[in-house]
């Protein structure tokens, strides 16, 4: 299972941009990058994934390093409603596409 | 349309209870998925499901625990004569194909006393 390292915390004032790292050093040409969320007692959230090229999505974008090692989540204006958990996952399309969720990046959102 | 739906919401049994722990994946979905996120930890793999092929079950932590899924939709997983430690937020993703979003259900709350 490949392996992503992202930071255990960021903050960010309400209303600007955040952007979120992932490093994946060890990831494969088969894997997908996915980003999820997950707020207190929820089940995770889709926000974005991607292969090789950066993606948009009304959510936030995804911009993907050209040797694919390593990856931004970016939320364009914070909202008090982003503080949550972020993950990185990678996920291999060709054997099943489990998730190995590290331990994400706890956002908080200062008003 | 639907989402991913999971019952109960809540369990609290016995150590040595065996417990019942359903999921219903959005209606079309081939792929199935298991997870367990123990408090304050990130989600750990249990087990997953892809159409008619036999299940990846290398997350499963012990022969306590068994899933299946009958008809290609509905999942149970069981974990027999529980004990303390299992006690978690396992949670179930279903998806469209092997390289798609997973959607997750709410998960159920299992406490195991």
């Known amino acids: 299972d490949a392996k992503t390292t992202q930071p255990n915390s960021m903050e960010s004032n309400e209303e600007e941009p955040v952007h979120l790292p992932c490093n994946h050093s060890t990831i494969s040409g088969t894997d997908y990058i996915h980003w999820y969320r997950q707020l207190p007692s929820q089940g995770p959230e889709y926000v974005i994934h991607g292969l090789t090229s950066n993606v948009n999505n009304r959510m936030a974008s995804l911009a993907i390093a050209e040797d694919r090692k390593s990856s931004t989540l970016i939320l364009h204006r914070a909202t008090l409603r982003d503080a949550a958990v972020y993950y990185c996952i990678l996920s291999a399309w060709n054997t099943g596409n489990q998730f190995y969720f590290g331990t994400g990046t706890s956002l908080t959102v200062i008003p | 349309g639907a989402g991913v739906s999971q019952s109960p919401s809540n369990k609290v049994t016995e150590k040595g209870k065996d417990v019942e722990l359903r999921c219903d994946p959005i209606?079309?979905?081939?792929?199935l998925y298991w997870y367990r996120q123990r408090l304050g930890q990130g989600l750990e793999f249990l087990i997953y499901?892809?159409?008619?092929?036999?299940?990846?079950k290398s997350g499963l932590p012990s022969d306590r625990f068994s899933a299946e899924r009958t008809g290609g939709s509905v999942s149970t997983l069981t974990i027999q004569r529980t004990q303390q430690e299992d006690s978690a937020v396992y949670l179930c993703?279903?998806?469209?194909?092997?390289?798609?979003?997973?959607?997750f259900g709410p998960g159920t709350r299992l406490t195991v006393t």
């Open positions: 209606s079309g979905h081939t792929a």
């Open positions: 993703a279903s998806s469209l194909g092997t390289s798609g979003p997973q959607y």
């Open positions: 499901f892809q159409g008619n092929s036999a299940p990846d």
